[in-house]
């Protein structure tokens, strides 16, 4: 047990998929895991871990934002040993290009500030993803047809933005989306040896101001759990 996860140690698989909702970690674990099961309910961010194609994974609830994230992900590495971390998550579309229910695999997070900062100081550390969970997730996006865009996104430190030209500039550099957690998950993993990656599902756009209608998260949703789950086992 940790102070945020009440899992006993074994509990826990070294593969975890981390999605900021803890509802939609249930939905994902029962709609894609075997014989899953409750292994967290501290502070109601649920885990379950259970069997995918005969691999153990967990698939935990992150919160939102990187300090959420940062709690979760540091103890899944620490204590429990988890070696590949995936968030599965929404963000929003950046690009006239990205459309709604589009995923976005993300290669690098940009940020102005994670929990880590104060680590880099004036360092600007490139947080990018794993290579071969990326090429992996980049296969099973094509195999299986997925709208697919691969590149750079924007983790935020905040929904509300009351600094439209930061999103100018992301859109000027060509970032696809926008959200809150990437970043630091990609910084924790590098610092431990892990391997991590964020796999994201267009949930909105910034520019059309378009939403994808509740009635349809979940289809779009489920392409990107299978790419993710396609993505650590390769094999499978
Ligand atoms: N901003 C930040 N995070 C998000 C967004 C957004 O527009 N959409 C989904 N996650």
């Keep these: 047990m940790t102070t945020h996860i009440g899992a006993q140690k074994g509990e826990i698989a070294e593969t975890v998929l981390m999605p900021g909702d803890p509802y939609r970690a249930k939905w994902a674990a029962e709609t894609f895991l075997k014989d899953a099961k409750l292994v967290n309910e501290v502070r109601g961010m649920l885990g379950f871990t259970g069997t995918w194609n005969g691999h153990r994974v ?18 899944l590495i ?14 929003g579309g950046m690009q006239p290009h990205v459309g709604i229910r589009d995923v976005i695999i993300a290669m690098t997070a940009t940020t102005i500030t994670s929990p880590s900062s104060g680590i880099f100081r004036e360092m600007n550390f490139a947080p990018c993803a794993d ?4 090429q992996a997730a980049v296969t099973a996006a094509q ?16 929904f509300y933005a009351e600094r439209p030209d930061l999103d100018e500039q992301m859109v000027r550099h060509g970032v696809l989306g926008v959200e809150m957690e990437a970043a630091e998950l990609y910084i924790l993993a590098a610092r ?14 910034l520019q059309t101001g378009e939403a994808l209608p509740a009635s349809e998260r979940e289809q779009s949703f489920g392409d990107m759990v299978e790419i993710a789950l396609k993505a650590a086992f390769p094999d499978a």
């Design 58 to 75: 967990t698939i935990q609830g992150s919160g939102m934002g990187m300090p959420s994230l940062s709690i979760y992900a540091n103890e």
């Design 78 to 91: 620490s204590t429990y040993g988890a070696k590949t971390l995936i968030r599965i998550g929404s963000c």
């Design 131 to 134: 290579w071969s969970l990326l």
């Design 143 to 158: 195999e299986m047809g997925t709208n697919t865009h691969v590149g750079g996104i924007y983790s935020s430190d905040v």
């Design 192 to 205: 431990h040896k892990c391997r991590a990656l964020a796999v994201l599902t267009v949930s909105d756009h």
